[in-house]
């Protein structure tokens, strides 16, 4: 088949491109290096839109969350990712959280089995020349293409370290000790595995974090984490009770043995369909993997932990946004490239996917000879995180971004606080309802 579109990445961003454009009657070439002879630092498979840090894609409230909104949004504009994120739902209170495998296979298979869609199993290490391309290569472009990418935007790529989270086998969890609860009870089912902490089992384990045997990269000392995936020991390391207002809060979460709130906790996530395997929440790590078992071991209820997968570190690359690209994502020095996910400097799943949904409509009108879509307008949720990526931050300083109210223009007038999120949302649904229409 020839194609009129080139996409370099099967991620989800790249994903959500190629079905935009395939749906709207664009003839698709997709390539991913994964499966090709390739792989990266963090992927395990060669499916598509394959989740490497976690299974969550966070809250799915839509009436006061932004990323529960852009959800809403997605799902209006026939996203697959969402499609497919519903399809595959796992238990997770007022998260939505899925199963890693059956998501990926999902989209792999809805892709692969799309009449406009061809998927090439290879590496690309140059920017194409002529016709018009997607580049939604991730967090983990390969180091060739991202030479590449430096060339033709005149900047070096920043970098950052992303980390993540172990999972244990549910049969090995003693749930004598932890116990089944949603904060606050929040959800129709119980839906976190809770295992509660003393005060001195609590300050035994932040000294043991503090101590433990780390990896270290030299080469990238001055490099900075994302605030929202930083290693369990680097914010150890800014407090001793950084942790307990953070990933091991305990408030909301009665233990059943005391009918008080612990003195800290260590929540797990299901993390597949079945069951058998659970995420420790926010325990995104770069200690050693000896020391990981030693140490998460002395959990209450994991003493005797099996893991599935140890925490690890991946080197993350992306592109100056502000600076480099233009309202509808392309570059500005090439305009016949769009950029499109993680690499643009938007942070999380669905981010990713959101930005490669709107790279793909604002490349298939272009295709169509339509004169290009204006962007939406930022009191969306997809929108706001556009604004972001290509202008409203600044260029030197920017810094991977989750989508997030502050990114919304302010509402007007005066509002009590408690009102404001709702404000926001249904603000946002005319404004989406709006540009759909236009």
């Not at 499966?35 to 799915?60: K, P, Q, Y």
């Not at 209170?93 to 892709?111: E, I, K, M, N, Y």
């Not at 994502?329 to 709107?358: D, H, M, P, W």
């Amino acid at each position: 088949m020839t194609y009129q579109i080139h996409i370099i990445g099967g991620g989800l961003a790249g994903s959500e491109a190629a079905w935009q454009l395939a749906q709207a009657g664009v003839r698709v070439k997709l390539s991913e290096m994964r499966g090709g002879g390739d792989t990266t630092a963090a992927h395990h498979t060669d499916g598509l839109a394959e989740l490497v840090c976690s299974n969550s894609f966070r809250s799915d409230d839509a009436e006061r969350n932004a990323v529960g909104l852009l959800h809403a949004e997605m799902r209006a504009l026939g996203s697959l990712i969402m499609a497919m994120g519903d399809r595959h739902a796992v238990p997770a209170g007022s998260a939505l959280a899925v199963d890693r495998d059956g998501f990926s296979a999902g989209v792999t298979h809805a892709l692969a089995a799309h009449p406009n869609i061809t998927i090439v199993r290879e590496r690309v290490d140059a920017l194409p020349e002529g016709g018009p391309a997607i580049i939604a290569t991730g967090p983990l472009t390969a180091p060739a293409l991202a030479e590449r990418i430096g060339d033709a935007t005149g900047r070096e790529a920043l970098a950052f370290f992303d980390a993540i989270a172990p999972i244990v086998h549910h049969e090995s969890i003693d749930m004598s000790v932890a116990w089944m609860a949603s904060r606050w009870d929040k959800g129709e089912t119980k839906d976190y595995i809770n295992c509660p902490m003393t005060k001195e089992q609590y300050l035994a384990f932040h000294a043991g974090l503090i101590a433990g045997d780390k990896t270290e990269f030299r080469q990238w000392e001055d490099v900075p984490y994302f605030e929202g995936c930083m290693p369990i020991e680097v914010m150890a390391e800014r407090g001793v009770d950084t942790l307990r207002y953070g990933p091991m809060k305990p408030v909301g979460l009665d233990d059943p043995r005391t009918g008080r709130w612990p003195h800290a906790v260590v929540q797990l996530r299901q993390d597949n369909a079945s069951g058998s395997l659970w995420n420790i929440v926010g325990f995104q790590t770069k200690l050693k993997h000896a020391e990981q078992v030693r140490l998460f071991r002395t959990i209450p209820g994991l003493e005797k932990a099996e893991f599935a997968r140890l925490g690890g570190l991946h080197r993350n690359t992306f592109i100056r946004s502000p600076e480099l690209l233009d309202p509808w994502l392309r570059l500005k020095s090439r305009t016949n490239i769009r950029f499109a996910g993680q690499i643009t400097g938007c942070e999380g799943y669905v981010e990713s996917a959101a930005i490669g949904l709107l790279a793909g409509r604002f490349a298939a009108a272009e295709l169509a000879g339509r004169a290009a879509p204006p962007p939406p307008p930022p009191e969306t949720a997809l929108g706001a995180l556009l604004s972001h990526i290509t202008g409203a931050a600044i260029a030197d300083t920017y810094q991977p971004m989750n989508v997030n109210f502050g990114l919304f223009p302010p509402v007007t007038g005066r509002t009590k606080k408690a009102d404001r999120k709702l404000l926001y949302t249904a603000r946002a649904r005319d404004a989406l309802a709006g540009w759909m229409a236009g």
